[in-house]
């Protein structure tokens, strides 16, 4: 029934998305690949935190988009997702999914021991922090860019061109934090909803994910941002900031100055590092505690 579920879903989501252009095709192979192995999974949280970070962020990729598209003229293309930007932003969640699914597919938190129950914990924060800072970083991207103050760069504080790598803002970093409590709060309803019993009877810790959420999606942003500044270079043409220039285009032009960074990473590897830094400090933070 799961296997039959997850297809109609992935299904709906991808022609959805395809519909509303804002996937490529190729970007629909790879949301197909990263739904199937997520709501295959018999834990509701991982498809809820899932169906979160997706719909929010196609609704706020598409809000304000005439303004967006004065801010940056690529915007339009920008805003479909291919399958390099889906798989950054969901491979490690598939991955966690997975290995979620080979050790506790049908089994119930009272029949595990107690060392079980610990990994299955750990599990569940590295999908949260993963899916925390993807979509704090897409939320602070989004709304962000809509501030009416210029941000600051986050390692000298000067301000710089809306769109630069690392910069950052009041509003970028109030939707980063509500972006990521927005991941903890669909944890906290699948989680509840799902294994009531299991939080009653003291199988699983009560844990506020929404907390959890919110401070991993704010620390996954500050990460982006850090990598942005430093490792992703930001260039002004024709007095707007933009980011991933081919060696082609830097030497086509004369006119192209360097605002921040080194050329060393693309944005997609920088959303990789971040998350992959978001995940492992989840799982470091619940190590601790336990």
Same mark, same amino acid.
């Given at each position: 029934m799961r296997v039959y579920f997850a297809i109609l879903l992935t299904s709906a989501l991808c022609l959805g998305a395809l519909k509303k252009r804002s996937l490529s095709a190729t970007g629909v192979l790879a949301a197909a690949f990263v739904g199937l192995t997520t709501a295959s999974n018999d834990n509701l949280l991982f498809t809820t935190v899932l169906l979160a970070f997706f719909i929010s962020s196609s609704l706020w990729t598409k809000y304000q988009a005439r303004q967006k598209m004065r801010l940056d003229p690529k915007f339009t293309t920008a805003s479909q997702r291919d399958w390099k930007q889906v798989l950054c932003n969901g491979g490690i969640g598939s991955v966690i999914s997975l290995v979620y699914q080979y050790y506790f597919d049908g089994r119930r938190p009272e029949d595990l021991s107690i060392a079980e129950?610990?990994?299955?914990?750990?599990?569940?924060?590295?999908?949260?922090?993963?899916?925390?800072?993807?979509? @704090?970083?897409?939320?602070?991207?989004?709304?962000?860019?809509? =501030?009416?103050?210029?941000?600051?760069?986050?390692?000298?504080?000067?301000?710089?061109?809306?769109?630069?790598?690392?910069?950052? /803002? !009041?509003?970028? *970093?109030?939707?980063?934090?509500?972006?990521?409590?927005?991941?903890?709060?669909?944890?906290?309803?699948?989680?509840w909803a799902q294994y009531f019993y299991a939080f009653r009877s003291g199988a699983l810790p009560r844990i506020p994910?929404?907390? #959890?959420?919110?401070? *991993?999606?704010?620390?996954?942003?500050?990460?982006? =941002?850090?990598?942005?500044?430093? #490792?992703? @270079?930001?260039?002004? #043409?024709?007095?707007?900031?933009?980011?991933? *220039?081919?060696?082609?285009? &830097?030497?086509?032009? !004369?006119?192209?100055?360097?605002? /921040?960074?080194?050329?060393?990473?693309?944005?997609?590897?920088?959303?990789?590092?971040?998350?992959?830094?978001?995940? @492992?400090?989840?799982?470091? &933070?619940? @190590?601790?505690?336990?």
């Open positions: 129950r610990r990994l299955m914990t750990v599990l569940i924060w590295a999908y949260i922090g993963f899916y925390a800072c993807c979509t @704090a970083d897409t939320w602070a991207s989004e709304i962000g860019t809509l =501030s009416s103050d210029w941000p600051v760069l986050i390692t000298t504080w000067k301000t710089v061109p809306p769109g630069t790598n690392g910069g950052i /803002s !009041k509003l970028g *970093l109030m939707s980063s934090f509500a972006g990521g409590a927005t991941v903890g709060l669909a944890a906290d309803i699948a989680l994910y929404v907390t #959890v959420g919110s401070l *991993l999606g704010t620390l996954g942003s500050v990460i982006d =941002s850090l990598l942005g500044a430093t #490792v992703q @270079a930001s260039f002004l #043409v024709d007095k707007r900031a933009v980011s991933d *220039l081919t060696a082609a285009e &830097l030497q086509k032009r !004369k006119d192209i100055k360097i605002i /921040s960074g080194s050329n060393i990473l693309s944005n997609n590897m920088v959303n990789v590092v971040s998350s992959a830094c978001t995940t @492992a400090a989840a799982v470091g &933070l619940i @190590a601790l505690l336990m």
